[in-house]
């Protein structure tokens, strides 16, 4: 062997573990943020890069009315820098905030700003938490995070804030995109029911359900949970098929989160058909069409639009 | 016989036409070099006069994190502001505004403007037109995809030989 090849062949075999050991000192070295649902941690995925490492507790599909923290949550929100959360109510028994309450980490509402959509429920007005299902209020939930994200690494600030620029035009893009879809189903046969009172946010900016005030027609409440408005009650299921067939409805929907034996029950005693699949509290598998919020939102908008024009 | 006459007339008109252009691209020319009149770069008056089919404004989808706010409407370069107070701009209206900050050499204007979302259903157009002591150096229009902002650029020279000329 030459002396240049035997300096080379070194310099390889010396570098190459160097490299690996520096680029493990930054990945372990990123901040880490822990959101408890789906879309609140592609907000900030999409907010953060690659400078800090997002982790959701919720897997797509889970509930997050009725979950239940377990202790491999409670050990990764004890490594968070940063915890995220909907708020509003939608983590059932308020789990996101007692988990990082818990580990001593400090927990940021997304919803913060934001004008709630009301419902009255046995004397109560409840706040519905679906708010991401405007885009309108993903750009509020979006301007939350990067707030914060910027006190916690203001050393990153303009590439926070050219991310977060960027998806604010891809939000407003993507509300006009769907007011062009939607416009396709006539105003009158725009009637959105769906597994449960997912969907208020959505109806109310494309006005779905003009007969129930642009609110979701839904058989269960606000929540799967047992809140004061959630859950099914008999006459939230009569209303639900009297409007269907006052409205002369096309399709019910089912909730990729929610068992769809009561919504099919709906549909078979209304005598329509189930349009199709949505995302409401969660979004789809990595992979999927609906990984992403905008993605997800797609997804919805396409299902709907094919089943009611 | 007959198309030669044809073929010499055309030549004529056609003729006519092209010096015309000339002339009037030089008249313009002279008139922003001021070859006649020398004068430094900090004599030279630029103004943008810019005219929407929309108001720009501020929306539920703008950047509101509190250090810094998306201007409804921005002219910057190298990302500083060359305009110096917020326009009021009026649908079909022409607003003139002085711009500050231009350079020797390459100038690149970044031009963005909020599209309100009650614009959402059709395409926006913004026209800018910068001038240099009342003479058209650089115009473009812009325009939005529906439902979207309006963000493009306006690109010119100041040429670096007639300022060196003039501050002898």
């Known amino acids: 062997m030459s002396f240049w090849k035997f300096i080379l062949l070194s310099i390889f075999f010396l570098a190459s573990p160097a490299l690996t050991l ?58 968070a820098d940063l915890c995220l959360q909907n708020g509003l109510g939608l ?46 209020n993903a750009a509020a939930y979006v301007n939350n995070i990067t707030r914060e994200i910027l006190t916690l690494d203001p050393s990153g600030k303009d590439y926070y ?64 949970g047992s809140e004061v408005g959630a859950g099914m009650t008999p006459q939230r299921r009569k209303q639900v098929v009297d409007g269907l067939k006052k409205a002369g409805a096309r399709a019910v929907f089912v909730e990729t989160s929610i068992n769809p034996k009561l919504i099919r029950e709906i549909a078979a005693q209304a005598g329509i058909v189930v349009g199709g699949e949505l995302y409401s509290d969660s979004m789809g598998d990595a992979g999927t069409d609906a990984q992403s919020y905008i993605g997800m939102m797609q997804a919805n908008v396409l299902t709907i639009v094919e089943a009611l024009r | 016989m007959r198309i030669i006459a044809a073929v010499l007339v055309w030549v004529v008109i056609i003729g006519l036409v092209v010096s015309f252009q000339n002339y009037s691209k030089a008249q313009s020319q002279k008139l922003w070099h001021g070859q006649d009149t020398p004068i430094e770069l900090s004599q030279i008056l630029y103004t943008l006069e810019l005219t929407a089919t929309f108001a720009p404004a501020s929306d539920s989808f703008a950047l509101t994190v509190s250090e810094v706010k998306s201007e409804p409407l921005q002219i910057t370069m190298a990302g500083k502001s060359l305009i110096s107070a ?46 240099a002591n009342g003479a058209i150096i650089a115009q ?7 439902g979207g902002d309006i963000t493009g650029t306006l690109n010119f020279e100041v040429k670096k030989e007639r300022v060196q000329h003039d501050s002898h």
């Open chain 2, 86 to 131: 917020a326009l009021d701009l009026q649908p079909g209206k022409p607003q003139l505004t002085d711009l500050d900050g231009i350079v020797v050499g390459h100038n690149e204007l970044l031009v963005k403007a909020l599209v309100p979302q009650s614009y959402s259903g059709t395409s926006q157009a913004l026209r800018a037109v910068v001038y």
């Open chain 1, 91 to 136: 983590e059932g028994k308020n789990w996101m905030s007692n988990l990082a309450k818990g580990a001593g980490k400090k927990v940021i509402v997304c919803t913060d700003g934001i004008e709630p959509l009301a419902t009255a429920a046995e004397g109560q007005q409840i706040a519905d938490p679906h708010a991401w299902f405007s885009p309108a």
């Open chain 1, 161 to 224: 804030l050219a991310r977060s620029s960027f998806y604010l035009d891809q939000l407003r893009l993507l509300d006009s995109w769907i007011k062009e879809q939607v416009n396709l189903i006539l105003p009158d046969k725009r009637v959105l029911v769906t597994g449960h009172d997912a969907f208020n946010y959505f109806c109310r900016e494309y006005r779905f359900n003009p007969a129930n005030n642009y609110m979701s027609l839904a058989p269960v409440g606000w929540s799967t």
């Open chain 1, 22 to 79: 520096v680029y493990a000192y930054e990945a372990e070295n990123r901040l880490l943020i822990i959101a408890s649902t789906t879309q609140v941690a592609d907000f900030a995925r999409v907010i953060t890069g690659d400078r800090c490492e997002v982790r959701c507790v919720l897997a797509p599909g889970a509930d997050p009315h009725t979950y239940e923290p377990t202790p491999d949550d409670i050990a990764l929100v004890m490594k």
């Open chain 2, 140 to 146: 473009e229009t812009f325009w939005s995809v529906p």
